[in-house]
């Protein structure tokens, strides 16, 4: 694998609406590649591949997958890569079970998943089940930093052509704000130190009666690379939700709580239960034996509590869901996701992701939605002060100043440290629940005490590397974007916070490397980098965030929401430590409801313009690493039809009967084929699509009728995390006049 050419380029096969639109785009860019010297190949690493790739001693030699995740892990790590990485199912709890029972149900022999295991074989299979949960693919792929911004083309069409979804913020006034804990956190708690020399170290227990449990017995740590500790108290954690609850029912506001239950998907399962746990208190101790014996788990929210009653007696059931909606009479009234079907913000852990809710928070006028459907003002719990406060800056900046405005808004880059599994995102194998009170050390093979923490019974330890080699690599993009971009860029780190003073004393070294002679380099708080970017921004004014990774995960959806209307359609580089590529194609977020509307009514509204967007370096890559100009041809007639497709306003619409993901792909072809034919730097591929060019355009008329004419009626795909893949071509592919086209090629 590691020997493969640098002119082959992996198209992850993944999840949800952008495999499907990857039914309808891969089978158009392997035909205008043919016989260009690049090749695509599919590389199964959707959540049903990972699963399937986990068990397969217990599946037929046909059923087998193998671990693509593991060897495209193998393959970032070499100059040779070069991968398009589409959005893939970050699954909690809830969604790793529905996707076992779909296999299960298509003849897979799958386990089930032991949620608290009790014998060795269920604690195995609970071990190879976790590393699917979560987050499970962006840290093996993310071997390099975020280079991610909007391509030039994209934000002077969003300027030229506003969204519409902005709503205005009130000028009588919005009691919508930000609340968090204001100590015993994991910013207040947390420790760090900058390794001086390799070591293997183990994180340990040391209860009151001095007995001493291995929690985790190997971590390699390197010569320079930064560790901390930090704990959430989850007793003060359940006082804040209880009081922000009161406050909350007293000023007549919505209450919504803000996690990443994906990405963080050990501690904020557990911050998300206590949430469930304290809002329903009344009928949760009412009835706290039967919960208990029926084996219900608030971490997987009052969806998981509800599926759980369904085990028990009739008349029980009643009783406890009458204890349930009475709660709604004294505590405050929740956000909704979907206020039609009774959901709210406490249903299921990663139906609100705080880098995607907050965002529609700042674009929704304050506000989120109801249980009558109607947009009302919120106070939006987000515990941990460390990033919080960014997004209480944002609301009072537009209490202040009103919406934003998309056509004259300035725009906030990002070049995000995450290289190695950097800081948070790779602290789910070094998270812990202790069962006692006493502390959790970090010990040195020598028995060296390096850091340590004081724990109570639950409380939220965990344990974050960020590597020394990724940060120097991090400064160098950031100063390398500044130069290039004539922007101002600001590293978003806060001095009196642990882990940002060790960063920032590496980052004050590391820029001395650099010639920064004009450049506007800049270290400030999060909360202070947030109101310099405002200010530029409300000037239309241009901005380099540079952050971490939490936080560029955070901006680099708030910012393309407000600007772009969708983070989708941002371009997303990352140049791999040892000379590879990955280039990401956006956020899935919407991805579930875009499949249900193709499932009811034959529509996908899925944009592919972030694939269309990561194919120009992807392509540019090749042609500066191999010399293949036809390559670089591709990729700038590629960048031109992206410019042509977004001006002729060719997107989806999200309405059946119109313009869906198919024909948007359809007039990108055309537009690419045209480009073609028409650029002078390579005649053969002019004369070869030439002739291209012309067909799809003489039979526009049959293929945008044959593409609607598919339209209207609902679709069998033949599963939802596992599709039938004849299936699911045939309902992209759904046009014979444009197969018959592309196929000939």
Same mark, same amino acid.
């Given at each position: ?621 090749? =042609?500066?690493?191999?010399?293949? !100009?036809?390559? *670089?041809?591709?990729?700038? %007639?590629?960048?031109?039809? /992206?410019? @042509?497709? #977004? ?36 005649? =053969?591929?002019?004369?070869?699509? !030439?002739?291209? *060019?012309?067909?799809?355009? %003489?039979?526009?008329?049959? /293929?945008? @009728?044959? #593409? ?38």
């Amino acid at each position: 694998q590691t020997a493969m050419s640098s002119a082959t380029i992996i198209w992850t096969s993944i999840d949800e609406a952008p495999a499907l639109a990857s039914h309808a785009l891969l089978p158009i860019v392997q035909a205008f590649a043919r016989g260009t010297g690049i090749t695509f190949e599919a590389r199964d690493i959707s959540l049903a591949g990972r699963i399937i790739a986990a068990f397969p001693e217990r599946l037929s030699p046909e059923q087998r997958i193998d671990d693509e995740l593991t060897r495209l892990g193998e393959l970032a790590k070499t100059s040779a890569a070069n991968i398009i990485k589409l959005p893939n199912i970050s699954a909690s709890i809830p969604q790793l079970q529905a996707a076992i029972k779909e296999l299960q149900e298509q003849g897979y022999d799958i386990p089930d998943y032991p949620e608290e295991p009790s014998s060795e074989e269920q604690q195995n299979i609970h071990g190879r089940f976790s590393k699917v949960l979560g987050s499970a693919v962006n840290p093996v792929l993310r071997e390099g930093n975020s280079d991610r911004r909007a391509a030039t083309s994209v934000k002077s069409f969003a300027q030229k052509y506003p969204h519409r979804m902005m709503k205005d913020w009130p000028t009588s006034g919005s009691n919508t704000r930000v609340a968090h804990m204001q100590a015993n956190d994991f910013f207040d708690s947390e420790r760090s130190l900058v390794l001086k020399g390799s070591c293997d170290a183990r994180i340990e227990f040391i209860g009151e009666d001095r007995s001493i449990t291995v929690l985790k017995d190997s971590i390699p740590l390197q010569d320079g690379e930064v560790i901390d500790t930090a704990v959430m108290n989850v007793k003060m954690l359940r006082e804040f939700y209880e009081n922000v609850m009161a406050e909350a029912k007293r000023d007549g506001a919505l209450l919504s709580l803000h996690l990443k239950a994906t990405m963080m998907k050990v501690s904020d399962p557990v911050m998300f239960g206590h949430c469930v746990s304290v809002y329903y208190k009344d009928a949760f101790d009412k009835h706290a034996k039967v919960l208990r014996e029926a084996g219900v788990n608030v971490n997987n929210g009052l969806q998981g509590v509800l599926d759980k009653l369904q085990t028990l007696p009739p008349g029980t059931q009643i009783a406890i869901k009458a204890d349930l909606e009475s709660t709604y009479s004294t505590r405050p009234a929740l956000a909704m996701v979907d206020s039609r079907n009774g959901i709210t913000n406490l249903h299921i852990p990663n139906n609100v992701i705080i880098d995607a809710s907050m965002p529609n928070v700042v674009r929704d006028g304050g506000k989120m939605w109801n249980n009558a459907d109607e947009l009302q003002d919120t106070v939006a719990m987000i515990p941990d002060r460390s990033y919080a406060t960014i997004y209480q800056a944002i609301l009072e900046d537009c209490q202040a100043h009103g919406q934003f405005n998309p056509s004259t808004m300035g725009s906030v880059s990002n070049v995000g440290l995450m290289a190695q599994k950097a800081e948070e995102y790779g602290s789910h194998d070094k998270t812990f629940m202790p069962a006692g009170n006493g502390v959790i050390r970090v010990v040195d093979s020598d028995g060296r005490t390096l850091l340590e923490q004081q724990v109570s019974t639950g409380d939220i330890f965990r344990m974050c590397q960020t590597k020394n080699e990724p940060i120097r690599d991090w400064v160098k993009l950031a100063v390398a974007r500044a130069r290039a971009s004539k922007t101002p860029a600001v590293f978003w780190l806060n001095p009196e916070r642990a882990h940002d003073a060790s960063i920032i004393a590496k980052v004050e070294a590391y820029l001395s490397d650099h010639d920064t002679t004009d450049l506007d380099i800049r270290i400030l708080k999060p909360v202070d980098a947030m109101r310099f970017s405002l200010e530029r921004i409300r000037r239309g004014e241009h901005t380099i965030s540079v952050t971490g990774n939490v936080l560029r995960d955070y901006l680099t959806d708030l910012f393309p929401i407000l600007e772009l209307g969708t983070s989708a359609r941002m371009l997303s580089i990352v140049p791999l430590l040892n000379g590879g590529g990955l280039f990401e194609t956006g956020a899935g977020g919407s991805a579930p409801k875009h499949v249900e509307q193709m499932v009811k009514e034959g529509h996908l509204r899925w944009d592919s313009l972030g694939e269309y967007c990561a194919l120009v370096p992807s392509l540019e890559m090749i =042609a500066e690493k191999s010399g293949n !100009q036809k390559a *670089a041809v591709l990729a700038n %007639t590629l960048d031109t039809a /992206i410019g @042509s497709y #977004l001006e002729n306003a060719r997107y989806p619409s999200r309405k059946v009967n119109e313009i869906d993901n198919r024909g948007s792909t359809y007039y990108l072809a055309l537009y690419w084929a045209q480009a073609l034919a028409a650029q002078t730097g390579d005649s =053969a591929l002019s004369e070869r699509f !030439q002739g291209i *060019a012309q067909q799809l355009s %003489t039979h526009e008329s049959t /293929i945008t @009728s044959e #593409l609607l004419a598919a339209q209207g009626q609902p679709v069998d795909l033949g599963g939802y995390f596992r599709p039938n893949q004849e299936a699911a071509s045939k309902a992209m592919r759904p046009s014979h006049t444009f197969n018959t086209i592309i196929d000939d090629m």
